[in-house]
Structures are given as structure tokens and as C-alpha cells.
């Protein structure tokens, strides 16, 4: 009985992390589903709520701190020896993805992490780490690299 509530739970939660297909031939309102928000390639939302005279009054609502590695609550993949203390290569933790939004939850990535965030309150649903064998992680911090995420 209790192998089969668990499977119903986890069928339960990934339903709910699933996207709908239709998003993405529509225009981004309510979610950011791919890279450019949509297929059209825009990159921007056609969302008309802020705009030049309001935009100024917008104010910090959350801030996730990124803790990468293997955390406390970190669901963890991979073949690789657990690191020992903070990663040395200071491009393991910036965000170097779009973030990506679906029924409200952010979805981004460092490398060899990555996290599930509720986007109205900040709060982590869930992060993976991953331990490599080691290896090339591609591009350097620099301009446009954030170490953390916040939603105004």
C-alpha cells in the first residue's frame, strides 16, 4: 500500500511541473516557457502591466541565495566523488541560463546544479546536484552573470 501512495504522490508532483504544449506557440503571459520566452523569439513579454511611468516604483519582493554543491536538501545524481567544501571555480555559481517560468515556478541552473524556485515567494521546491568526474564547465563569469536570482 505504501509503495503505491508514493507512486501516486510522485505522479502527483511531476503532473504539476508539467508544461502544456500550447504554451509554447503563444505569446509569454503567464509563463517563460523556452529561451526566448516563446518560439517567436522576441525575448521580451507582451505583458502591458509595467511599463515607462510605472516601472519606477517597482520594489524587491525576494532574493534566492544560490548554494551549490550538495546541500542539505539537494537531491543528488552522478558518479562522482563527493566534493569536499565550496567549489574553487568561482563560474560553478553563476547563473549563466535564462531562467525559465511554467505554473509558477522558476526553473534555473548553474553547472552541475539545478533548482526549482516559487516565483512569488523565492521559496526552493527543490535543487539537484550533481557530482561530476570532473571537466570543462563552459564560459567564465563576466557581464550579464548573476549570483543570485530576485524578483522584483
Not at 519606477?56 to 545524481?77: C, D, E, Q, S, Y
Not at 570532473?134 to 552573470?145: A, D, E, L, Y
Amino acid at each position: 500500500m505504501l509503495p503505491g501512495i508514493c507512486l501516486a504522490l510522485a505522479s502527483a508532483s511531476m503532473f504539476a511541473q508539467m508544461l502544456d504544449p500550447a504554451l509554447l506557440t503563444k505569446p509569454a503571459t503567464d509563463a517563460w516557457p523556452t529561451y526566448h520566452g516563446d518560439y517567436s523569439g522576441r525575448r521580451f513579454s507582451t505583458l502591458a502591466q509595467i511599463n515607462q511611468s510605472n516601472v519606477k516604483h517597482l520594489t524587491l519582493a525576494w532574493i534566492f541565495r544560490i548554494k551549490v554543491g550538495i546541500t542539505p536538501n539537494a537531491i543528488v545524481g552522478g558518479e562522482g566523488p563527493i566534493p569536499e567544501g565550496p567549489p574553487t571555480d568561482p563560474g560553478v555559481s553563476t547563473i549563466k541560463a535564462t531562467p525559465l517560468m511554467v505554473n509558477g515556478i522558476l526553473y534555473f541552473s548553474t553547472p552541475d546544479n539545478a533548482w526549482a524556485v516559487d516565483a512569488r515567494s523565492g521559496r526552493e521546491i527543490w535543487h539537484y546536484a550533481w557530482k561530476t568526474k570532473g571537466g570543462v564547465h563552459i564560459g567564465k563569469p563576466g557581464n550579464g552573470h548573476v549570483r543570485k536570482l530576485a524578483l522584483f
